[in-house]
């Protein structure tokens, strides 16, 4: 599995930012993680390819969607409401769906290369 993320930028606090991740996904899910300078990896956002089934870090909730294109193969982040506190290099990651639990990091087994969202005060 090959990921590749696009969509990050510069941007103010209360704007927002489309992340997509393109790859064929199959029996997988598909997560968005983020990190900040000085900081841990963290979870995000995931999403099941086969299912739809759909779960959030508490810091995003209702700011933060996750979606999947299966024309597209394709699975965007929508992220609306940013703050300066959401700045961090955003990646998604593939891991196989029974993989749990689903906000760890080491659940993950294919990583894109990450892209950088910037929000400025």
């Known amino acids: 599995v090959q990921l590749q993320a696009f969509g990050g930028g510069l941007v103010q606090a209360g704007d927002s930012l489309r992340l997509s991740c393109a790859a064929h996904f199959g029996l997988y899910r598909i997560g968005w993680f983020r990190q900040a300078p000085g900081k841990e990896r963290e979870f995000v956002a995931v999403?099941?390819?086969?299912?739809?089934?759909?779960y959030y870090a508490d810091s995003v909730k209702g700011r933060f969607t996750i979606s999947r294109d299966s024309a597209q193969n394709t699975v965007y982040l929508q992220m609306n409401n940013l703050k300066p506190e959401d700045t961090a290099v955003y990646y998604c990651a593939a891991g196989l769906e029974y993989s749990l639990p689903y906000y760890l990091v080491s659940s993950y087994d294919y990583w894109g290369q990450g892209t950088l969202v910037t929000v400025s005060s």
């Open positions: 999403i099941t390819w086969r299912t739809g089934a759909k």
